[in-house]
């Protein structure tokens, strides 16, 4: 496929509200995340480079133990098998989640 429209996808559900609408291609994919208030993505590690750009909202995020207060604008960079994990604060938030290769677990 060559265009997508990410709202029109069906939201699968990561980790108690926090729902993904993954697109990809053969060696990249952009996921955009709703994140509920209050929720939280379990520190983790995958294979993957993982990159986002905050769209709404706000999330503090851990990046092999650094932990940031991100924004809308704001783009964070996860290398390959590094602990991650993010949180919300009280209010939605929406990210653009960008992975390298696919995760395949999300498609």
Do not use: C, K
Not at 6 to 16: N, V
Not at 68 to 91: K, M
């Amino acid at each position: 496929m060559t265009y997508f429209q990410p709202f029109q996808i069906t939201p699968r559900d990561i980790a108690p509200g926090v729902q993904i609408r993954p697109m990809w291609g053969e060696r990249i994919m952009v996921s955009i995340i709703e994140v509920a208030p209050g929720s939280e993505v379990p520190l983790h590690t995958h294979p993957h480079e993982q990159m986002g750009l905050i769209l709404e909202g706000g999330v503090t995020m851990v990046i092999d133990g650094d932990l940031r207060v991100l924004n809308p604008g704001d783009v964070y960079l996860v290398p390959p098998d590094v602990e991650h994990g993010v949180f919300a604060g009280s209010e939605r938030a929406r990210i653009a989640d960008i992975f390298s290769p696919p995760r395949e677990d999300y498609m």
